[in-house]
Structures are given as C-alpha cells and as structure tokens.
C-alpha cells in the first residue's frame, strides 16, 4: 500500500502554510487482505507505547518507522522495540522526513496536544491515513482544518478515543437512543485522578543535546527550554497542553456528546475553578467545573475536573452519568456501564475488554476500504470533544460565562473570547488558513 508523495519542495512549501501544489495525494485504491499496511509513529514517549503495541497486535500492519525528537528516547524505544518484535524499524528525529516517505502508509500522532493538529494536517496533505491521539487539536480554529484537511484530501482519521470501540459502551448509547432511561436530558463528565505536585523547575534551562527542542516546539512560541514542561508536564501549561480536560477529559467530553446524540457545540458556557492544593509550576486549573447548555436540543453538559483523594459517584471516579426522566446510566472507564430505574432499581449493565486493539482494528478496516463512514471516532468527533474543552478552558481563563454561535464557530461581538479560539504559529509550523 503506496501512495504518491509531493517531492520536497511542495512539502516544505505545505508546512510554510500554503497547500499542497495540484490538490491532495491520490486516494489509493482498495487493498487487498494480505497487503501490509506500514505505520509510523510520531512520539515514542508515553501513548506511543499503546501506538506500537495497538499497530503490532493489529494484522497485516507493520510498525515501519518511529519518530520523535529526543534522540534518547527514541534510541531506547526502537531497541525494546527489537527485542519484542524481532526486527528494527527505522527511526525519524523530524517528523517532516516522515511525511515525505513513500514506504509509510499512516501515520498515528501521539505527540504533545499542540503538535496534533497540524501533524494531522501535514499527513493528510502528504496522503497518509491518520490516528490521532486525544485531543485532536490544541485549540478550536486547528480542530475546524484538521475536518477540513480530511475532507479535502480524502483522508481516514480516526481519534484516540478507545471507549467508542467498546462493545458495552456502545450497547449503552444504543440504551440511551432507545429510551431506556426516558428522555436524557443531561449528561456528566468525570475525571477525578491523582495529579500531583509538580513542583517548581528552574527556568531558563538547557536543552539536553539529544532533544531537538525547535522540532518539539513546534507550532507554539518559542520559549526557552525547561524541565518543567519535557516529557510529561507540558499537560499542565497552556501553551503545549490544556489541563486535564483536556487531556483525560476529552474521553469524556466525546462520551457526553456522543451519549446525547449532539453533532455540534454549545450554546453558552460557565466555568470555574482554581488551583488549591500545590505551589507549583502548573498553569492550568488543579479543579474545574463547567457547564455548557445546548437550549435548542433542551441538553446540558457539565464537567467536573477533581486532583486529588475523593469519592466516586455512581461508581464511576472517571466517566460519565446520564440522567433521563425515567433513570440513569453509568459509563465507568472505557469498557463498562450500569444503568438504573427512577426507582433506583438495577436495569440492564455490561463490562467487556479492553477496547484499544478494537479501536486501531476499526482505523485499519476504513483505510483498507478507503470508506471513512465505519470509522468509531471520525474526524469530525475528534473536533467536537476537543473543542467542548476548549470551550470550558476559555470561560475559565475569562472568568465569565460566554454565548458561543455553534454554526460560526465564533463567540458574537466578544473579540477577548475570539481571540482564544486560536493562537500565534511560529513559522515554519503554521496551521494554514487554507488547507
């Protein structure tokens, strides 16, 4: 499974901001079951390790190429690579070489969130099928190309949230479709995890010699490096990460407008919330609530974000309830839901495996069908979840409650809020206006 690439000079040209001379990369044709589907993944460093192992364990894929910009880590994780799997991949320090290869079919970006966006773009205008990594963008204009970028070149992206491959999941929204809870009118998001201090690192630093630290960059404003953000703490600071709604929360998100059978944003947005625990580097929020109202689908969302020690409710510490006007429903993880009468009484419940390896199943069916219509968490979804926290993120950050136009995309005659519906690239790594 080849397809044609734009040479070097039309790449770099697409990665400045401009498109891709003479439209997208050939849709390939349908492929045959013993045809070997060749991925690459971008970020080797945490849920790269799930990308590998959901690729490996998939058949007929062949994890051919791993990339990341800290030399190091990308040295280790192809040698444990080696001695799992038999054979060494090749391995990519720029992600750009990875775009430009002719022996790579797709592409799965798990990377730090305000690369996703943008990686996406680039693959689909270099004619690779994409898995993406929650969330699927860093802000809610990227979200809006990353759609369009899929659209236009006739791209398969699939989001990284697994729990729409569950089959007790999706029994449960079939549940919720068919009344079995009465009319749902309001759906809760959950994410109460142990998120320590980070405490304080001292900044500026120096860039370790093994970190291409322009490369991971990226897209933001260029920042002095500090330990504060690599590897794994960027999550907490605005311009690389979106706090933990944005980060185990999209699970979430996706699950409350999924369950709601709600395709748009929302109407008006309230949030609060604060850091109360720990003096310590993060930027964002340690605890977070928000609400968002959907007046004309008469549907509310709200979203509670929690640290530290606490209780569960309804069982569930990370996942969603459902409330209808004859019981609710319980989404407990990424694989189990119980539901209850108004009574109180038990009702129909289900757990089943774990759904990840049936997540990268269902990517690689619609690539080799070339049929984005069967993917469990399309392009469009990844969008809408992403952006329910982006949302939240924003009326927190302006500490005021918001009207938003869901067919605009826009916050009405309040440029403060619109202002932060994007952010300022750092050339080349330009998400363009124009895909």
Not at 56 to 78: H, I, N, Q, Y
Not at 234 to 242: K, V
């Amino acid at each position: 499974m080849t397809e044609p690439n734009p040479n070097r000079r039309t790449f770099l040209a697409a990665a400045a901001g401009t498109t891709l001379a003479g439209g997208a990369a050939a849709t390939v044709a349908s492929m045959g079951p013993n045809d070997t589907v060749r991925a690459a993944v971008l970020g080797v460093n945490g849920r790269g390790s799930t990308h590998i192992d959901g690729f490996m364990g998939t058949k007929g894929v062949k994890v051919a190429v791993l990339c990341d910009p800290d030399s190091r880590v990308l040295a280790g994780k192809a040698k444990a690579f080696e001695s799992r799997y038999g054979y060494a991949p090749e391995t990519e320090t720029d992600l750009r070489k990875v775009f430009e290869r002719k022996d790579v079919d797709v592409v799965s970006v798990a990377t730090p969130n305000h690369w996703h966006s943008l990686a996406t773009i680039w693959a689909c205008q270099a004619g690779k099928d994409v898995y993406v990594e929650k969330p699927g963008s860093h802000n809610l204009f990227e979200g809006r190309k990353m759609v369009e970028a899929a659209k236009k070149y006739a791209r398969v992206v699939q989001h990284g949230v697994q729990l729409r491959s569950s089959e007790a999941v999706r029994e449960a929204v079939d549940h919720l479709r068919s009344g079995l809870i009465g009319q749902v009118y309001l759906a809760r998001g959950l994410v109460f995890r142990n998120r320590p201090s980070i405490g304080h690192a001292k900044d500026p630093d120096t860039a370790p010699k093994e970190l291409n630290w322009d490369v991971w960059q990226g897209p933001a404003q260029e920042r002095a490096f500090s330990k504060r953000y690599v590897h794994y703490n960027w999550h907490w600071h605005w311009e690389y990460g979106n706090g933990d709604v944005g980060n185990q929360g999209v699970h979430e998100t996706d699950m409350c407008l999924w369950g709601l059978g709600l395709e748009s944003l929302p109407s008006e947005i309230v949030a609060m919330g604060g850091k109360f625990l720990f003096d310590d580097d993060k930027e964002t929020p340690e605890v977070l609530s928000s609400s968002y109202l959907f007046p004309a689908q008469k549907k509310m969302i709200e979203f509670e974000v929690r640290p530290w020690a606490t209780n569960t409710e309804g069982g569930a510490g990370v996942g969603n309830i459902f409330y209808g006007s004859e019981g609710y429903l319980v989404i407990k993880g990424y694989n189990h839901y119980e539901s209850f009468g108004k009574d109180g009484r038990p009702g129909p419940k289900r757990t089943d495996g774990d759904p990840v390896a049936k997540h990268f199943a269902n990517f690689i069916d619609a690539v080799r069908g070339r049929d984005a219509s069967i993917l469990h968490a399309p392009v469009e979804t990844a969008h809408t979840s992403s952006g329910l926290a982006h949302l939240g993120n924003i009326a927190y950050r302006l500490g005021r409650k918001l009207k938003f136009d869901p067919s605009s995309e826009t916050f009405p005659g309040d440029n403060e809020a619109n202002a932060m519906l994007t952010r300022q690239y750092r050339k080349p790594y330009v998400v363009p206006e124009k895909v």
